[in-house]
T-cell receptor
Framework: DSGVTQTPKHLITATGQRVTLRCSPR?????VYWYQQSLDQGLQFLIQ???????AKGNILERFSAQQFPDLHSELNLSSLELGDSALYFC???????????????FGEGSRLTVL | GNSVTQMEGPVTLSEEAFLTINCTYT??????LFWYVQYPGEGLQLLLK?????DKGSNKGFEATYRKETTSFHLEKGSVQVSDSAVYFC???????????FGKGTTLSVSS
């Protein structure tokens, strides 16, 4: 158990809809990362938050947005969904306050999104 | 930019065979290198890591050596088991605290 919790585990929705994925990081971790895993693209980094502020952006579409709240949990919002958005979305965390940063990320079990 | 290239799979082996999964990287500085493993239906778990040149990471019989001169971090195991069947990802982080950049993953299937 990595200590990272993601909900929901599975989600089925229709094209054009909007969904929200939720992530609770490991206790004390300040950074949250979102990744998209699809068969053809592999693991793609979407966005990173650190202590409530956006730290880095990867291949995140404009239809997607994220935020990190004061309690450090994060949400990834996906809107105007398309068939190609069907994928496994992972949240990871790191950056325990006061600990040396080794670069390791701790991953949740993912949220599988199916767009029909 | 930074990138990771790992061998295409799937890799199919018999139990007790020797395993090598090649991984090479491109980075502007001095990255940390990682191997993650994803078992069916699960998230990614750290398998091993190395943070500087010539370091050897090891765990559960797997090992990989950080080779700066060849920009490589190949994963090896002397005798695979059926339970090692999974997808293996090579990744780098530079600097620490930034998002990991992953290779495309290599699927390993071990039969008894």
């Amino acid at each position: 158990d990595s200590g990272v919790t993601q909900t929901p585990k599975h989600l089925i929705t229709a094209t054009g809809q909007r969904v929200t994925l939720r992530c609770s990081p490991r206790s004390g971790d300040l950074s949250v990362y979102w990744y998209q895993q699809s068969l053809d693209q592999g693991l793609q980094f979407l966005i990173q938050y650190y202590n409530g502020e956006e730290r880095a952006k990867g291949n995140i579409l404009e239809r997607f947005s994220a935020q990190q709240f004061p309690d450090l949990h994060s949400e990834l919002n996906l809107s105007s969904l398309e068939l190609g958005d069907s994928a496994l979305y992972f949240c990871a965390s790191s950056g325990l306050a006061g600990a040396a940063n080794t670069g390791e990320l701790f991953f949740g079990e993912g949220s599988r999104l199916t767009v029909l | 930019g930074n990138s990771v290239t790992q061998m295409e799979g799937p890799v199919t082996l018999s139990e007790e065979a020797f395993l090598t999964i090649n991984c090479t990287y491109t980075a502007t500085g001095y990255p940390s290198l990682f191997w993650y493993v994803q078992y069916p239906g699960e998230g990614l778990q750290l398998l091993l890591k190395a943070t500087k040149a010539d370091d050897k990471g090891s765990n559960k019989g797997f090992e990989a050596t950080y080779r700066k001169e060849t920009t490589s971090f190949h994963l090896e195991k002397g005798s695979v088991q059926v339970s090692d069947s999974a997808v293996y990802f090579c990744a780098l982080s530079e600097p620490a605290g930034t998002a990991l950049i992953f290779g495309k993953g290599t699927t390993l299937s071990v039969s008894s």
